[in-house]
Each structure stands twice: as structure tokens, then as C-alpha cells.
């Protein structure tokens, strides 16, 4: 399995025992290969809504790369984006999106409202589903599985 998305699936586990959704995020510059952030959920230790994985690590990078814009870099997800993190993409300019768990009920980018499938989204980044998907599945399941 992808390094990358190994250290996503870490950064979901550290989630968790904060008591976070498990989520995960890793961007990486996509010609050196270089990680420029990492991040997972923290909307509840910062009183966010808004601080979930992608966003985090997304600010992170740009403030590494002294840019609004990540022309040229990857990131990898351990679950399908939601809307507001597929619109945080578009406008980052990522290269690619690679993620784990599909999200049926919130997510945005194969499921509801598919931002990147708009003719007034910005840019589409290429998305490649189902990586470490297992994984990234089975720290979901637990991690809700042990809230009910």
C-alpha cells in the first residue's frame, strides 16, 4: 500500500484517540514527493466544524509553500472529501485526490452533490477512489461502532 496513504491512515488513528471521526490527510509536492502536511480531524478539539482533515492539512501546505495555490501537489484522504472539502480542493488547485472509504450519505466528490462534476467548479482534480479503502472502512466502523 501507498506510504502516503499509510500515514493518512495514521493520522486518522491519532483522530480517534482524541475522540475524533477518524479521518486523515496527507499532501504531498507531486514532483519531489515531498510531505508538506499532515492532519486529522480536529473539529472537536478546536470547537470547528470546519477543522476537518483536508482543510487542515490544506492550510498547512499552503503555509509551507507560502501560497494560497497547490498547483502540482497530491493529497491522500481516508474518506471520500465532503462538499466543503472538494470546494477547499478545487480552489487549492490540487493535482490529484486519492482517498479510502467512499461516503455515500456525506460525501462530495462520487456521491451527493459530485462538486467536481460542475461545469462552475473552478477545477477538477484527478480523483482516485478505494485506496487503502479496507482500512480506512474498518477505523470508521470501530470508532462509531464503539459510540453506540
Known sequence: MNSYMQQALEQARLAAARGEVPVGAVIVEGASGRVLAMAGNETRALNDPTAHAELLAIRRACDAQQSERLEGCDLY?????????????????????????????????????????????????EVYPGIA????????????????
Open 77 to 125: 484522504v481516508t474518506l471520500e472529501p465532503c462538499p466543503m472539502c472538494a470546494g477547499a480542493i478545487s480552489f487549492a488547485r490540487l493535482r490529484r485526490v486519492y482517498f479510502g472509504a467512499e461516503d455515500p450519505k456525506g460525501g462530495g466528490v462520487l456521491h451527493g452533490p459530485r462538486v467536481f462534476a460542475h461545469a462552475t467548479c473552478h477545477h477538477a482534480p
Open 133 to 148: 479503502a479496507t482500512e480506512s472502512v474498518t477505523l470508521l466502523r470501530a470508532f462509531f461502532g464503539s459510540r453506540r
